[in-house]
């Protein structure tokens, strides 16, 4: 087994947790993005279906997130996220392929890019994590001090991570129209 | 404690991500400032009375009526085309010089169109409001805006639907330099 400090896996654990959250909650609000990515990537049946499948995947995130941060659900989390990690991987992989110009709504609207080797690197990440906390094994993470850090590093890490996320409409919230051009944020 | 407050902490996070991601939602609804790019099809209307020159002018248009090339803008106040069409004589390019234009406000009641022609400060042109449509559907047949309705020698020549003034301006003036090649030849 595996050994790793309660603290780096409680890091660890509150980062995946703030990514999965973000990601899921902005997918259950705006599916539109994704819906067609997926579409131009794979055919899909019509609308409604494929709205139905980025909401679950939405909920297959937040539940997978919650996890993370329930240590007796640790190793199942970390297993599925190893999983994940290998879906988001081909879908970048197949995005690459196809050359999909949509942008991908991984994290809703706010994402630009379409599907591509910033996924496969992302999916690539997860796997390793997920690898990381199957090999510490079951009773890596306990309940204690290691799970409040995780929690507080999530809540921490969702707030940073939405903000910079939708950093363009913030700027364009607080700043004239002017000096956000001129700062290269609009095109 | 601790986790309880990282908890709570988790879920207000949570909210925030919620309240921003349907802010980001509602931002991408919203069209882009700047110029507008607007379809610049002219569409010429079949089913308006060509030919025909109006039994009256109503007051307002009195004047335009003795004009012999004369081109009357019908706007309506409850069409959204019709106040970017305003916006587009007023300001945005702004087609003051257009001397032979004037505006008819097809509207429900009086106090709308007056209200139509000072918030888009159409008091620039020749203007008429016209209470329930019933002079330009009597005298023209015209039931549709924004219409422009193009008038040769003091006669209804054409009639256009559109959504770009500028487009709506090439137009006619293509055609007068048409008709007027002709009268040449």
Known sequence: MLHVSGWVLAVSDGGITAVLLNAGVAKMVAPRALQRALTELVPLPGGSQAGVLVR???TAELLLAAAFLVPAAHLVAAIALVAFGGLITAAGLLGLLRRTTAPCGCFGGSTSQPLGL?????????????????AAGPSAASPGPGAAAAVLVASIG??????????????ELLMPARLVRSGGETP | MLIIFGIALLVVAAAVVVLFAMLGELATRIPAPGPTRR???VQPLEEVRLGGVPAYWPPGLRQAGGDRDLVLIVLSTV???CADIAFQLTEEPGHSDWGELAVVVSTGSESAGQSFITQHRLTAFRWFIDTGGDWISQQFGVRVSPTALVFSDGRLSSAYGFHDVAALRAKIAAERSGSMQKETA
């Not at chain 1, 910033?118 to 199957?134: D, H, S």
């Not at chain 1, 969702?158 to 700027?171: A, E, F, G, I, K």
């Open chain 1, 56 to 58: 679950g995947i939405a």
């Open chain 1, 118 to 134: 910033g996924n496969v690197a992302f999916g690539a990440v997860m796997i390793i994590l997920g690898g990381t906390g199957i």
């Open chain 1, 158 to 171: 969702t707030m940073v991570l939405c903000l910079w996320l939708h950093r363009r409409l913030v700027l």
């Open chain 2, 39 to 41: 379809d610049p099809v």
């Open chain 2, 79 to 81: 069409c959204s085309t």
